[in-house]
């Protein structure tokens, strides 16, 4: 399938939101969807559906059921240890969202990695949202 953005943007505040709510979750896991849109082959991500689980084994189980509203369009989630998918977040990639962000410990906004449906790490870059850059 063609990506129909080739540029992943990551508003600031978004990242800010994630690195505290990640940081208060622990050690529990920290979940949300990503609400964004693509426009001109850019994916711009600037809100999040913020959801908190207690166990890692029920993300699975949660990431399968929820409804997806229209412009969920990347997962983020937390890792105590490194940011690399899990053969079961691989599995979950591929349902909902075109990309994927893990947080890992200490939770810092540089701490925040994001990847494809395939696990495939993909650059992008976080930016002010009101900035007329495009
Ligand atoms: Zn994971």
Redesign the pocket.
Known sequence: MLKPFSKVVLSSETAEDIAVLAAEAAPREFFSFVGGKVRDGVLRLDGLYYQQYYA?EQFATVFHNLPMLNDCQATV?S?PGIAR??A??LHTFGKHGLVHF?IAKPYRIVDLRCFDKQGVPLAFSIERPLRKAY
Do not use: K, L, Q
Request: proline letters at 12%; glycine letters at 0%.
């Open positions: 890692s989630h890792h998918p899990s079961a977040d893990i």
